[in-house]
């Protein structure tokens, strides 16, 4: 006779989480804001895209920041200094933020009278991908400099993404061995509706396109 029982567990350990990224993307879609669930690894440029990014829309819509970091108030203290209302969630040591702390943060912070919310994720290409955030849509940044085969390493960041930034690309003379047709064909191969987009946060080059795409998605998040 067996001295221990055998428990067959069938329900996703995401499941709770899920459930709650959809209530709360609900609850933000019937308040007119949209989230967006911005990811990279560290460096790769968020928080300066971020201030390139306030300084072109700031004057057309009512914009928000949620700096997300396992510790630290450097890049909250950074977009603070563009104008806009920013908050600095601290994980305790979590390396991604899921649902209900993402919803922690939107009750702390108050995003009624906001058209544009932008979610600044830890910088980590794995565990953020694995937590729907309730967002509206998920973005992230991949520079230059880290190779054009991380589509290939971390599969599931590039499968989630709505839109994909290659960041720094006033460097590919220095790394000529980065190919923009390899990079793009890798994403597209996971992720044929994503939007591809060649940045540069440091001289502008391409933001007009991601700022296109964001007035887009958010006059139509808004209807």
Not at 64 to 72: L, N, Q
Request: with cysteine.
């Amino acid at each position: 006779m067996k001295d221990y029982k055998i428990i067959e567990v069938k329900r996703s350990i995401f499941e709770d989480n899920d459930a709650d990224a959809e209530r709360l993307r609900q609850e933000m879609k019937g308040e007119g804001t949209f989230l967006l669930n911005l990811m990279s690894s560290p460096g790769a440029g968020k928080t300066t895209t971020l201030k390139r990014t306030i300084a072109m829309l700031k004057d057309e819509m009512k914009i928000g920041v949620m700096e997300a970091d396992i510790d630290s108030d450097v890049d909250a203290q950074a977009i603070s200094e563009t104008g806009v209302r920013a908050i600095q969630i601290h994980t305790g040591g979590m390396c991604h933020l899921d649902a209900d702390m993402t919803r922690q943060g939107v009750h702390e912070f108050g995003t009624e009278d906001l058209d544009l919310v932008v979610l600044e994720n830890v910088g980590n290409l794995v565990c953020p991908a694995e937590f729907d955030t309730g967002s509206a849509k998920n973005a992230m940044i991949l520079s230059v400099p880290e190779g054009d085969d991380k589509p290939l390493k971390y599969p599931l960041m590039f499968s989630i993404c709505d839109v994909v930034l290659i960041n720094k690309c006033d460097t590919l003379c220095v790394f000529d061995d980065f190919s923009k047709e390899a990079v793009e064909e890798r994403i597209h191969k996971l992720n044929p509706k994503a939007e591809v987009i060649f940045v540069s946060a440091k001289t502008g080059e391409g933001f007009e396109s991601w700022a296109e795409w964001l007035r887009k998605e958010v006059k139509e998040w808004q209807k």
